[in-house]
């Protein structure tokens, strides 16, 4: 059981609920969730976040405005962000990094793939 | 009348005539025009009302839309919540499993101290009872048959929660399909707009510009969600993503993101995919 405490942000509900689910399985399972990147900002602070992922198309502010508004807020800088996404293009994936994402998941992924992932950037941010 | 005015006058007639068949000319070219407008006025009612039939059922084709979305989106959640339910019941499973092993465990090892203890007394024995008694210790013989079936049981608990993992990563189909939706009913949306337009200018009734309208956001969904598990894409994000953490801004950076990260340039990453 990792204590790490995970934002999950995305506008289905469903996939919400398929990250949830299997963070459940690897670990994690202190979890919140928001449904857009403008409410995903307001719950860092007072749920203490210590890692993100996050969906790139919502309304209000999108996966990539929310990597930029944390990259910029000295607070929180340091927050590994993991984008979860359908949008797969090389200018895509270019954009996400240069918008300074840890990791990058193509929709649909597997259990496996995410696990990989976060330990992937668990072990590179805490290094 | 002197001849120069017979040559005027001879000219003014001409130009009379010339007016006169211009006037018929006209006056048929109008006349075919009235002819076509009336003929065309009934048909652009009935395309115009043509018109405000379908644009009035667009909407409802656009909630019909959304509706979809949010109940395939409700039943995928029920299914997720079994799916759920399901894991916990393997795993609990799984425990009980264990658990009968470790206890059937604890009865055999008690069950080879007394065989072994009723041995001892059997040598102690007259031989015909002696071999009575130890008749009666082979049938209490621990069999480990047993174990090889419990010791499987995990593993098909595992297999069905692989099955329920995989029923899940396919559910993720009801994100991309909502996504293929929204797109289509952004279209739908954008007809509607422009048809209203039309109308609104048709019937002189004050509309908004175009660029105006209101419509969903193209930026809360991609139009070019798929359901591909090839793998081909989250390679390429990898292979990237790869690149630019070997990049020398990216290692300077540990912990916090660096403002000047590397990126590989296109013409790199084309090269890098035989693009």
């Known amino acids: ?127 | 009348m002197n001849k120069g005015g017979n040559a005027d006058d001879s000219n003014r007639i001409d130009e009379l005539k010339n007016v006169i068949n211009l006037g018929k000319q006209i006056f048929g070219f109008f006349d075919g025009l009235m002819r076509f407008y009336y003929e065309i006025t009934p048909l652009l009612g009935r395309i115009n009302q043509s018109i405000e039939e379908s644009s009035s059922k667009l909407p409802r084709a656009s909630d019909s839309l959304s509706r979809v979305t949010k109940e395939t989106e409700r039943a995928t959640i029920e299914i997720l919540d079994i799916l759920e339910t399901m894991s916990q019941t393997i795993e609990e499973g799984k425990v009980q499993i264990q658990e009968y092993r470790t206890r059937k465990q604890k009865r055999n090892d008690t069950i080879r101290i007394c065989i072994r203890y009723l041995d001892t007394v059997a040598q102690t024995l007259p031989v015909e009872d002696a071999g009575k008694l130890r008749k009666k210790i082979s049938e209490i013989t621990p069999e480990s048959e047993d174990e090889d079936i419990l010791s499987s049981v995990p593993g098909y608990f595992d297999r069905i929660a692989d099955y329920t993992s995989d029923i899940s990563i396919s559910l993720q189909v009801q994100d991309i399909t909502s996504q293929q939706l929204a797109a289509v009913n952004h279209l739908v949306e954008s007809v509607h707009g422009r048809l209203k337009h039309l109308l609104d200018n048709y019937s002189g009734a004050e509309s908004s510009p175009i660029s105006e309208m209101v419509g969903s956001d193209p930026s809360t969904f991609d139009a070019e969600a798929e359901y591909n598990r090839s793998g081909d894409k989250q390679n390429l994000a990898d292979a990237l993503s790869e690149q630019h953490r070997q990049s020398p801004a990216s290692q300077n950076s540990n912990k916090e993101a660096s403002n000047t990260q590397i990126l590989p340039t296109q013409a790199e990453i084309d090269k890098m995919f035989g693009s």
Do not use: C
Request: hydrophobic share 40%.
């Open chain 1, 1 to 127: 059981m990792s204590d790490k405490r995970v934002l999950v942000v995305d506008d289905s509900a469903t996939m919400r609920r398929i990250v949830i689910n299997t963070l459940k399985t690897i670990g994690y399972t202190n979890v919140v969730e928001a449904a857009d990147g403008k409410e995903a900002l307001g719950q860092i602070y007072p749920n203490n976040i210590d890692f993100v992922i996050t969906d790139w198309n919502m309304p209000n502010m999108s996966g990539i405005e929310l990597t930029k508004a944390i990259r910029n807020d000295g607070n929180y800088s340091h927050i590994p962000v993991l984008i979860v996404t359908t949008r797969g293009i090389k200018e895509d994936i270019v954009e996400a990094l240069r918008a300074k994402v840890n990791g990058y998941i193509v929709k649909p992924f597997t259990p496996q793939v995410l696990k990989d992932k976060i330990d992937q950037i668990m072990k590179t941010t805490t290094q």
